[in-house]
């Protein structure tokens, strides 16, 4: 029975969502595919969604799919669970902030997607939609599946963006969930499974809280599976146990827990480099890309000559998260578990905590509002293991350099978005140039 739910706005494409959450039985659990006893339904885009609350209702500037979510929380919990399941794969967002109502919480507007160029391209979306039937169970998921023992029709999609995602309920046990994720062959994650499975499965197994993968039925982190679609490699996930938190409701004691979990990480992963790539060795590429933006190129020059003359000696550099935001934590009280690892890499420890706090800043900058979130990260953080140097200038040094190779990733989404894209893609690409533009903000602040 479904006493109640909760919609608000997600974060990145890529993030595990966390949208959409139901009470059942007096437990407030995910929202998916096969867990509710509603009817529900797939809506493709704005229009029919805010035709699904009132037909009435036209899709305006500044309109977006949170109002349309807002008005559908004063109609009926059928309206709001059809709503809720399309949430996790939206791709775009209103353009201009939400107003509520006088009294009332305002909705947080998602944050524009940072790494796009991970994401499978839609056509590879769509293409696994055509093997998914209307109780959200798949051939394709099976065939992945049976790696794990898990029976056919289990599986349930959940979501697709950088991979695949299927969520298996009541597995191991009523209450508890574990997911499925796989990613076609010609996707650079591909490769990356088996490298990213083994760092999380060794993290783990020193005592890192974290949410590990989980062995196949033959005792392999991942496996490399022939579907209807395509061979495939995949992995099984435990659940990260607990809730997920908001900037808005962070208190300074999860801040602190926050960045120990980080720097325990740090600490834990020091022999665990093997496979790992050094994104910011690349960032000298966005004044190639961008060429005729003189003022980019420039601060690009600079930031790439700055972080050269840095140390990387193993106080200030190792293995690294790359994508430690609230997103990819639970918590349960003041403890975190940490998850998604897809990002993990060679880089300075403070390029991983200047990313991680992105939503305690100001494009870079420390935010005067979040100040004392900030310090009890870092202070959180100096715990655990020492932070040399790291202060106002050193993290808006690292927010630029990781804003550099931002654009470097957007550049070639842009470019195929630009030829023969669909009129439905034009917010899509509104979004993502938004997204470009206070990434650039960002290197020329970095650079002073």
Same mark, same amino acid.
Request: hydrophobic residues 35%; glycine residues 8%; proline residues 14%.
């Given at each position: 029975m479904v006493i109640g739910?909760?919609? #608000? &706005?997600?974060?990145r494409p890529g993030a595990r969502p966390r949208s959409t959450r139901a009470r059942r039985d007096g437990h407030r659990r995910p929202v998916h595919p096969g867990g509710l006893d509603h009817p529900r339904v797939v809506l493709p885009n704005l229009r029919e969604a805010a035709a699904a609350v009132d037909e009435h209702l036209t899709a305006e500037r500044g309109f977006g799919i949170g109002d349309i979510i807002h008005l559908a929380l004063r109609h009926t919990d059928h309206i709001v669970t059809s709503l809720a399941l399309a949430w996790p794969t939206w791709w775009a967002r209103s353009s201009a902030p &939400?107003?509520?109502?006088?009294?009332?919480?305002?909705?947080?507007?998602?944050?524009?997607?940072? /790494?796009?160029?991970?994401?499978?391209?839609? #056509?590879?979306?769509?293409?696994?939609?055509? &093997?998914?039937? =209307?109780?959200?169970?798949?051939? @394709?998921?099976?065939? @992945?599946a049976a790696r794990w023992g898990i029976a056919p029709g289990v599986a349930r999609w959940w979501r697709s963006s950088a991979s695949h995602v299927f969520v298996v309920p009541g597995v191991p046990e009523p209450e508890a969930e574990r997911y499925l994720r796989f990613v076609p062959e010609r996707y650079a994650a591909y490769g990356r499974f088996e490298t990213v499975a083994a760092l999380m499965d060794r993290l783990h197994a020193g005592g890192l809280a974290l949410a590990p993968p989980v062995r196949s039925s033959a005792g392999r982190l991942t496996e490399t599976v022939v579907t209807p679609l395509g061979t495939v490699r995949a992995m099984c996930l435990a659940e990260a146990p607990g809730e997920e938190v908001e900037p808005a409701e962070l208190t300074e004691a999860q801040a602190r827990a926050w960045g120990a979990l980080l720097a325990r990480t740090h600490e834990s992963a020091r022999d665990l480099s093997d496979g790992l790539g050094r994104p910011l060795d690349g960032i000298a590429e966005a004044a190639r890309l961008y060429a005729d933006d003189a003022g980019l190129t420039a601060a690009v020059g600079k930031i790439a000559a700055r972080l050269a003359g840095l140390p990387r000696d193993p106080a200030s550099y190792g293995v690294v998260h790359g994508d430690f935001e609230l997103d990819n934590l639970a918590w349960e009280g003041n403890t975190p578990t940490a998850f998604d690892f897809d990002e993990a890499a060679l880089s300075w420890y403070a390029a991983d905590i200047a990313h991680a706090v992105r939503d305690? #800043?100001? =494009?870079?900058?420390?935010?005067?509002? /979040?100040?004392?979130?900030l310090g009890a990260f870092l202070a959180g953080y100096r715990e655990v293991r020492t932070l040399p140097g790291v202060d106002a200038d050193t993290l808006l040094l690292f927010a630029g350099a990781n804003a550099a190779r931002?654009?470097? =990733? *957007?550049?070639?989404? *842009?470019? /195929? *978005?630009? =030829?023969?894209?669909?009129?439905?893609?034009d917010t899509l690409r509104a979004d993502l140039v938004e997204h470009r533009d206070e990434q650039r903000r960002i290197v020329l602040a970095a650079a002073g």
């Open positions: 739910i909760t919609v #608000t &706005y997600g974060s &939400y107003q509520p109502s006088p009294g009332e919480k305002p909705l947080r507007p998602p944050r524009p997607p940072w /790494r796009v160029c991970r994401m499978m391209q839609l #056509t590879e979306i769509s293409g696994l939609a055509g &093997y998914v039937n =209307e109780d959200w169970q798949s051939p @394709v998921a099976d065939a @992945v305690l #800043t100001d =494009e870079g900058r420390p935010d005067p509002a /979040r100040a004392g979130l931002s654009l470097v =990733e *957007l550049h070639p989404v *842009l470019a /195929r *978005l630009d =030829e023969g894209r669909p009129d439905d893609l």
